[in-house]
Structure formats: C-alpha cells, structure tokens
DNA sequence: ATACGTGCAAAGTTTTTGCATCCCA
DNA sequence: TGGGATGCAAAAACTTTGCACGTAT
C-alpha cells in the first residue's frame, strides 16, 4: 500500500532519523507525509495530501503537528491564507509576488548573526524570513 | 453606536487617509476596525472583534481583506495556528517564545537594504521577519 | 500484552457567500 | 438615487476530537 521508493534527500533521512529519536514510530503514514515535505517545498495540506495516497486527512494533520511540535518542520504564512509546511532542516526564505502569486525561494540568508541586539535577554533559535514584491514576469 | 474618539496614533490617520484615497468609503465599521489594528500589534480575529463592539464579524473579516489587498494592513502567522494582523505602517519584527508564547517586537530591522542579490530580477516592496526562541523568563 | 498510531465519523471553528436592507457621496 | 457597505443566516472549508480497531515492540 505504502511503496516507499529509495533516493530520497538528505532531509528526508535526517528527519526521520529525529523523529526515531524522540521516541516516535516511524510508521509508513509518517513517512509518506515526511517524503511530501521533502519533495518540495512551502506545501499546502492539500498538496501534501495529494501527495500521500492512502493516508487519512487525520492522520495528515496529526503528522504535520508532530512535526512541528517537535521543530523538524515549521508553518509558514505566505500571505494566501493557507497554511504551508516545510522541513525545518531546508534553511531558506521565500520571495512571494504579490501580482501572481509566485512563490520563490532563496537561500544565501541576509541574516546569519545579525540579529538584533535587543534580543539580548532573547536566547534565538531560528528565524522566518519573507520578501514580498513584484518577480520579473509581473513587472514587465 | 460608534464613538470615535480622539487621540489616534499616525498609524490610524495614515491609514484611513489611504483608504479615501483608493476610493474606498471610510465608515464607521472601517474606522473601528482600523482603530482596533492602530491600538494594538499582531491582534487576532478574535482582539480585533473585541475592540469593535457592534460591528458584525462579516464585515471585520471584509475590513481585513480589503485592509490587506490595498497593502495597508498585513496578515501574520506567528506560529499559533491564528492569523493576526497589523497596520502595515508600523514596520517592525517579532520575537516569538516558542515556550510560553509571548510576542515581543524589535524596531531595528536587521535587513534594511540587505536584502538578497539572487532578488534582483525581484522588486521588493516590504520583507516579514520572525525570530523565534526562548524568552528571559522560560530561559530560566 | 501494551502502548502507540490510524481512520472514520462527528463536532467544533473559522471564513466565505447570498441576499435584503441601509446609507453615504 | 445609485452603488457601495453592512448584517444576518446559511454554506463551505478547515481542523480537532472521540472512539474502536490495528499494529509494532
């Protein structure tokens, strides 16, 4: 029922890796769900829904709060009011066109240690970065 | 029924401002529903409602979207599952405990015109920027 | 055996839509 | 007065919960 294909990323081992750590099982409905988040980024529940044939919408939702309760993968807003997922070992940000709607990604992050001094009494552990604007194509 | 009173903030004026200005009627419930946004940040559906008694949560949720596609306000996830939303005026980040849930902001914006090279072919108009961890007081 | 996990169905929330009424430019 | 705006009720969409059955250790 659940072919688990090889070749997958290192993401995908890494994070199932965690999940066997923290004393979870790692059970094929969990893996479906981790293989979607690895196989492409910033996700509706639909699209990783579709993603994981046979898999329960419940069990979708359950997979994807374990996971962010444990930090491997985290919500993201993107400004269309779903919901989007991602591993939380893939560190990038996003350039959201606010004309189409096209989501981009990138990855060398403005921000490594600059992060604000008034964060001082503040013990960082990681940060969301979003760029909204106009991508090529919408400017003309 | 809609006591406006005085004392507003720049945020509130700006914003109403803008809304005349796209041709939009500024009505009472839009005025509330402004002012709610310029007297609080990162506010819920459910603040927001709060700080505008007599004004039907249809019309606050049609407030919002027009707020939010005429750029004026922005809509947040700050990783509690419920939206919230901001006068887009007011630029500043969040800190997020991802302990005890508090949301602190910090106004000097680590970003400034640092934002990506790989953006040229993308015209920023504003960035998002969360940073989450542990707060003083979950520290220990 | 036992505790963890899944799925169905139902309940709960949140958000959107249809439509009649209201009201300001 | 005429089109924009509001509000109610209903619908739709989204998410969570209860419970019985499965399934790994």
Not at 18 to 25: A, E, T
Not at 77 to 96: N, S
């Amino acid at each position: 029922m659940f072919s688990i294909r090889g070749g997958f990323g290192l993401s995908f081992r890494t994070t199932v890796g965690k999940i066997r750590g923290l004393g979870y099982r790692a059970t094929p409905q969990r893996l479906a769900v981790i293989e979607a988040l690895a196989s492409g980024r910033h996700q509706s529940v639909d699209e990783i829904q579709a993603r994981c044939p046979g898999v329960g919408i419940v069990t979708i939702y359950r997979t994807l709060d374990l996971l962010c309760g444990s930090g491997l993968a985290r919500r993201l807003d993107l400004g269309d009011g779903k919901p989007r997922y991602e591993l939380a070992e893939d560190h990038h940000h996003h350039l959201i066109c606010q004309s189409c709607g096209a989501i981009s990604e990138f990855e060398d992050c403005p921000l490594e240690e600059r992060l604000p001094r008034e964060a001082s009494d503040f013990e960082v552990s990681f940060h969301r970065l979003e760029v909204y604007g106009l991508c090529g194509g919408c400017r003309g």
